[in-house]
T-cell receptor, first 111, second 117 residues
Framework: RKEVEQDPGPFNVPEGATVAFNCTYS??????FFWYRQDCRKEPKLLMS???SGNEDGRFTAQLNRASQYISLLIRDSKLSDSATYLC????????????FGAGTQVVVTP | GAVVSQHPSRVICKSGTSVKIECRSL??????MFWYRQFPKQSLMLMAT?????????EQGVEKDKFLINHASLTLSTLTVTSAHPEDSSFYIC?????????????FGQGTRLTVV
């Protein structure tokens, strides 16, 4: 079983619509959770950290469910520029520097 | 934020040759760097942890004699793919230990797309 699993998509989203997707992780002792964005095989860039209480950053909302071991990302009012691959990233408790990546969820926002 | 610079961004080499990829920390001292590899449609997989002044730590299944890592200074870590073969074609990317930036965000180099022909 993969340590971090994501629906690869693609999620085809009309501009202005809302899209949401999840990520599951296998290590219940995982410490930190993030969503990164990756464009066209460029380097990943941090979109937002995910906190236990859930957090929002503009049009992006992230949720963490420790009991079910999943995190989610919701994008409201989708823009064309939101088209990218969104990587779910988990940091295990026992390994500060090492990150575990999901394979990514592709989002395609269409006009 | 911390800046990590990686070169080259793209390289094409012949099978059997070696390729060196550099990862530099521009505004901080990176005692630890991480090297990842990403195949198409797959996740980034940690290959090794590069430690300044000591031997790198390799993940299971990664050949240390094939992927040579040198971290001789606090600002430079290099990954050399020796005797490259087409199956080594991939996207290689480094990142700096996030603790060094005072936060939890990992900073990545721009990545190197290696194509072995």
């Amino acid at each position: 079983r993969k340590e971090v699993e994501q629906d690869p998509g693609p999620f085809n989203v009309p501009e202005g619509a809302t899209v949401a997707f999840n990520c599951t992780y296998s290590n219940s002792a995982s410490q930190s959770f993030f969503w990164y964005r990756q464009d066209c095989r460029k380097e990943p860039k941090l979109l937002m950290s995910v906190y236990s209480s859930g957090n929002e950053d503009g049009r992006f909302t992230a949720q963490l469910n420790r009991a079910s071991q999943y995190i989610s990302l919701l994008i409201r009012d989708s823009k064309l520029s939101d088209s990218a691959t969104y990587l779910c990233v988990v940091r295990p408790t026992d390994s500060w520097g090492k990150l575990q990546f999901g394979a990514g969820t592709q989002v395609v926002v269409t006009p | 934020g911390a800046v990590v610079s990686q070169h080259p961004s793209r390289v094409i080499c012949k099978s059997g040759t070696s390729v060196k990829i550099e990862c530099r920390s521009l505004d901080f001292q990176a005692t630890t760097m991480f090297w990842y590899r990403q195949f198409p449609k797959q996740s980034l997989m940690l290959m090794a942890t590069s430690n300044e002044g000591s031997k790198a730590t390799y993940e299971q299944g990664v050949e240390k004699d094939k992927f040579l890592i040198n971290h001789a200074s606090l600002t430079l870590s290099t990954l050399t793919v020796t005797s490259a073969h087409p199956e080594d074609s991939s996207f290689y990317i480094c990142s700096a230990d996030p603790r060094l930036s005072g936060g939890i965000e990992a900073f990545f180099g721009q990545g190197t797309r290696l194509t072995v022909v």
